[in-house]
């Protein structure tokens, strides 16, 4: 039994997040915490397991208990095998060298003998079909990799209660739906699920409960068939409008020929090729480890192929470095903490133009109103939630203007009212004639802005087409590199 009352909290130098919530978990529930980016669902997982307030530190009001233990009086270690708790940022969680020691680490924790380390780590890689991975570095991997990594290694502890914060984030249709399954087999053999989610649709009916935050406050709590109305009037879940009128000119802006990629044995782009015409949106779809994020990294510079030619306008661009491309490509990262250099989210949205003198302050002032700024202008960029530091990173990246936007999973960990309006930007710039290239799992979000996609199935091209064509042809969904309509949480 998990019992919060009366939970009031702020973080260190900010107001308060949670402003009054008052809930309890029993044993063997299924319960989902939704609600927008910033209304504290993060900082809610925080108190399960202790982090707040002995990690964090901050102003804790009311109580917390955890199978009669208070929060305030055990420390983070005690409270260890009876919550287990997937962070948001997959990263923050993987420190090993292999995949294999990132699982065995927390059971070697527990004491448990070599053979039931063995036993657990089989058995969690096969339902999760991670054994390819398991002598790769997690640095290696790709996000939805590494997500899978975190999620297996917090399952094969057996926690009594196991809280995931996003665990359907830069996940592909697949391992959608085997996470999908795994949690509901975990909650059926008794054990509690708490799940933190901005992807919702099938699974929210697998859940027994729904809690909705709004500004640190309940919003609702009840059942997964009156929230899913509730998401809807709140626009946590998206309304689509138009991809824009702007259409594609005939002459190509970037064309890849023939570009592989390789990391020592292992090949990682091969013989790709393609053409991204001015003032187009093309979405890059694909499974986790298909190549997405490799791709989109040659367009700017940060990777050279192994072999084959990239030219951007006409002139070659595949020996050049990122700084020579900095003015006409940006590239916002699938991990926003990989871009962050600056101690306050204004600076960090000004460096570009500031480098490249390209301030405008009517365009810098549009990206305050629609990446939704203005209150975090002071705050550091490292102390947001993942969902504001996701924005931030966006708004960093269009503020330099760039002649070609580069967006790795834009719409991961954002809520419904930001991916309306992510949108609905994608279209006014389409408009201006700017041409936009976006990797995404989220099949819905890339009908809505692309004209086209281009599927990659391990490292090679296998399609490219209209998304109202390619999203129902059964030969690539049978592949597997491609998932059906609503097939997805969201």
């Known amino acids: 039994m998990i019992r919060l009352r009366h939970i009031r909290y702020r973080y260190p130098h900010t107001g308060w997040v949670l402003k009054g919530v008052d809930f309890s978990v029993t044993d063997g ?22 982090l707040i307030p002995h990690y964090f530190g901050g102003t804790l009001q009311g109580t917390v208990t955890i199978d009669d233990l208070n929060t305030l009086e055990h420390k983070v270690f005690e409270l260890f095998s009876h919550v287990g708790l997937v962070l948001q940022n997959a990263d923050a969680q993987l420190f090993n060298s292999t995949v294999e020691d990132e699982i065995a680490f927390g059971l070697e924790s527990l004491g448990l003998p070599g053979g039931e380390i063995d036993n657990r780590i089989r058995e969690i890689c096969r339902t999760l079909k991670l054994e390819d991975l398991l002598g790769r570095s997690p640095a290696t991997l790709s996000g939805g990799e590494k997500r899978l990594v975190a999620i297996a290694s917090v399952l094969c502890l057996n926690p009594s209660v196991l809280l995931l914060d996003e665990p359907y984030g830069d996940l592909d249709w697949e391992a959608v739906e085997r996470v999908r399954q795994t949690l509901s087999e975990v909650n059926r053999s008794g054990k509690s699920i708490i799940v933190i989610e901005q992807r919702m649709g099938k699974f929210l009916h697998d859940t027994s409960r729904c809690l909705i935050l709004e500004q640190g406050k309940l919003l609702y709590q009840g059942s997964p068939q009156s929230a899913h109305e509730v998401l809807l009037n709140a626009h ?3 309304h689509y409008s138009t991809r824009g009128n702007g259409a594609p000119g005939k002459e190509p802006l970037l064309i890849a020929q023939d570009l592989s990629y390789r990391i020592k ?9 393609l053409e991204l015409r001015k003032g187009e949106t093309l979405a890059l779809i694909g499974r986790n ?20 030619r990239l030219t951007f306008k006409g002139e070659e ?22 871009q962050f250099f600056k101690y306050r989210v204004k600076d960090e949205v000004m460096a570009g133009p500031t480098i490249l003198r390209k301030i405008q302050e009517d365009w810098l002032q549009e990206m305050w109103q629609v990446f939704e700024l203005r209150a975090l202008l002071d705050r550091s960029p490292y102390r947001l939630s993942e969902g504001e530091k996701k924005r931030v990173s966006l708004a960093s990246i269009l503020a330099t203007r760039p002649k070609l936007l580069v967006l790795d999973e ?6 419904g009212r930001f991916r309306e309006a992510l949108a609905t930007l ?4 389409k408009n201006r004639g700017i041409t936009i290239v976006i990797a995404t799992h989220d099949l819905d979000f890339a009908q809505a802005v692309a004209d086209r996609w281009i599927v990659l199935h391990e490292g090679r091209v296998v399609a490219d087409g209209a998304p109202e064509d390619l999203w129902r042809d059964e030969g690539l969904i049978r592949l597997g590199a491609i998932g059906r309509p609503n097939s997805d949480v969201g």
């Open 29 to 50: 529930e299924y319960l989902f915490i939704g609600g927008a980016n910033g209304s504290g669902k993060s900082t809610l997982a925080y108190l399960f397991n202790g």
């Open 426 to 429: 994608m279209a006014e710039l």
């Open 265 to 273: 044995e292992k090949e990682i782009l091969t013989g790709v090729s």
């Open 289 to 308: 480890g298909s190549g997405k994020t490799t791709l989109l990294k040659h367009f700017n510079g940060l990777l050279r192929p192994t072999s084959g």
């Open 317 to 338: 661009i595949q020996d050049k470095a990122p700084s020579e491309l900095a003015d006409q490509v940006g590239l916002s990262f699938q991990n926003p903490n990989d």
């Open 410 to 415: 834009p719409t991961s960990g954002q809520d």
């Open 236 to 238: 946590l879940l998206p």
